[in-house]
């Protein structure tokens, strides 16, 4: 089964996938920061016990599992997949965890909220995600009666949620946007038509393969379609920016355009040593040249699926022992050379 | 110690920020400081959304000392948040919380939120509303009868807010003393 950015048939643009995550909460509790570890377990059992049969409804496969019953190295992989955020690492109490064998739709149950919906999809397909997300809220409140306020909407832990309890996600390709002088100010500017803009990848102020995610910024006094709107506005907006750039670069420099996208995929398919920041730079290379129609892959693949594979959590998942830093990036720049599919 | 962003000059400005109840303390010269979008700086870090960070320095921020006293004796009966921290972790502590923060936090959601009210979903299935006698649902949840303890946590609670609303604290405590009270002799199935 593959999962869902393992997909070959993805056209290969710079949005590279939507998110959209609903935050409730079931009238009957108190939030989770307030659960004892008792009430914790028994919220978790309650809501196992209703949403056993969540397959029957969109007949999809959902595996289920405790989170502390998997080991740490899965729930790193699982956040580097974009399936739980940090806070979840952090947080101690019981938490359940629902997913599909793709990984395109997840609930997290007991995590910052007692029920996390989120629906993640490869390209922009927001309104194609929220709709998923609403099926599925629906066939859970039809069981469990949700927190929810006429003046404040959808009562969450955080007042950053509250209303609608959604957050719209587009994840956006802008290497060469994001070379511009203007970018920072621009991704400061964002704030005023109500998005956040922030780097996915990378160690402190620095970006690892300038890849970005745009959000709603508010959740409240607007509906869920006119949040996911705009986020499919500024995405489609800087994605047509960000092609202009492209286009102007191909024209003037086209020769030097190929040069470093031939170079970074040589370097990647025989390097023996490959840092994190290295190995985004090239594969964010290549994924732009895919995308101009510079080189083109022998086998369709996804370049967002080679990203996801050398993170560090994954990496360590496929050895056999722990790595240190160094051999980390021996084993970064082994998975390169065996995945990486031939050029044409 | 010297300033996280330009590693120049030395950092005079500390800026704590919480991010879904987790503390994050930074360090800025008071030049980085100007120039930067608080908001949009803590954006890049992981986790939600750092607008929550936003609402507690608000709130920390404005209200006259003897105002505050009184307001440290607010306690969600439902839950046990009390009023200092709600305003540290920026975090509600269950349903009922809103109710008892609202009128505090009226102003600076819409500060934060851009609007205070709702539009959008609402529940396609709903549970009774409040002062109806409605018989248990499918589960057993129980709603109670009029003067169950549930109804009379609801009385109590209608005049807690009350009483906040005409900012009538020593009403409120006793009402929420009473609310604990039957809270308390409740136990077993809370
Ligand atoms: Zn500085
Ligand atoms: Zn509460």
Redesign the pocket.
């Known amino acids: 089964m593959l999962k869902w950015f393992e997909q070959p048939e993805q056209e290969s643009g710079n949005i590279v996938c939507s998110k959209v995550r609903l935050a409730r909460n079931w009238s009957e509790y ?1 939030f989770p920061s307030r659960l004892s570890q008792e009430q914790s377990k028994e919220l978790l059992s309650k809501l196992g016990e209703g949403l056993k049969d969540l397959g029957d409804l969109d007949g999809r496969d959902y595996e289920s599992a405790y989170l502390s019953d998997l080991t740490e190295l899965d729930r790193r992989a699982l956040q580097e997949r974009r399936i739980l955020n940090s806070s979840i690492l952090e947080k101690k109490s019981p938490m359940s965890l629902l997913i599909t064998r793709e990984e395109d739709i997840s609930l997290v149950l007991n995590g910052m909220d007692h029920i996390r919906i989120q629906v993640l999809l490869p390209g922009l397909r927001l309104a194609e995600a929220l709709k998923t997300a609403d099926q599925i809220d629906d066939y859970v409140n039809a069981r469990f009666d949700y927190a929810f306020d006429e003046k404040y909407g959808y009562l969450t832990s955080f007042p950053t949620n509250m209303g609608t309890g959604m957050r719209a996600t587009a994840m956006v390709h802008l290497p060469s946007l994001s070379m511009g002088k203007k970018f920072p100010a621009m991704l400061n500017d964002m704030g005023r038509f109500g998005v956040s803009i922030r780097g996915v990848y990378g160690e402190g102020r620095e970006n690892y393969g300038a890849l970005y995610e745009i959000s709603n910024q508010k959740t409240l006094g607007r509906t869920e379609k006119e949040l996911t709107d705009l986020v499919n506005k500024v995405a489609i907006q800087l994605n047509d920016q960000e092609n202009q750039v492209r286009e102007m670069s191909l024209k003037r420099h086209r020769l030097e355009r190929e040069d470093e996208v031939y170079k970074s995929y040589g370097v990647m398919k025989y390097a023996r040593r490959l840092t994190m920041k290295d190995a985004m730079t090239f594969l964010s290379q290549l994924m732009s040249g895919v995308c101009d129609g510079l080189v083109k892959l022998e086998e369709p693949c996804p370049v967002f699926r080679l990203m996801l594979g050398i993170q560090t959590a994954n990496l360590q998942k496929l050895s056999d022992r722990p790595l240190g830093k160094e051999e980390l990036d021996m084993a970064r720049a082994a998975y390169l050379r065996s995945e990486l599919p031939g050029i044409f | 110690m010297l300033c996280e962003r330009c590693k120049i000059r030395e950092a005079n400005i500390q800026y704590t920020e919480v991010i879904n109840g987790v503390r994050t303390e930074h360090n800025f010269c008071a030049q980085c400081a100007r120039e930067m979008d608080f908001g949009q700086y803590s954006a890049i870090f992981d986790g939600e959304f750092p607008l929550a960070q936003l609402l507690s320095g608000l709130l920390g921020g404005e209200v006259p000392a003897q105002k505050k006293d009184h307001l440290k004796q607010i306690v ?1 009966p ?2 046990g ?1 009390t009023y200092e921290e709600f305003v540290n972790n920026s975090c ?3 349903a ?2 809103y109710g ?1 923060f609202d009128l505090l936090i009226q102003d600076n959601i819409r500060q934060l939120q851009g609007s205070d009210s709702h539009k959008g979903k609402r529940p396609v299935y709903r549970s009774a509303p409040e002062p109806d006698l409605e018989a248990g649902e499918e589960d057993g949840i129980s709603q109670g009868r009029e003067d169950s303890p549930e109804a009379q946590i609801r009385m109590w609670d209608r005049k807690l807010k009350e009483a906040l609303r005409m900012e009538e604290y020593e009403t409120a405590a006793v009402c929420r003393d009473k609310i604990r009270e039957l809270k308390g002799g409740d136990q077993a199935d809370a």
């Open positions: 108190v | 969600c439902t839950c948040t509600f502590g269950c009922d919380c008892v």
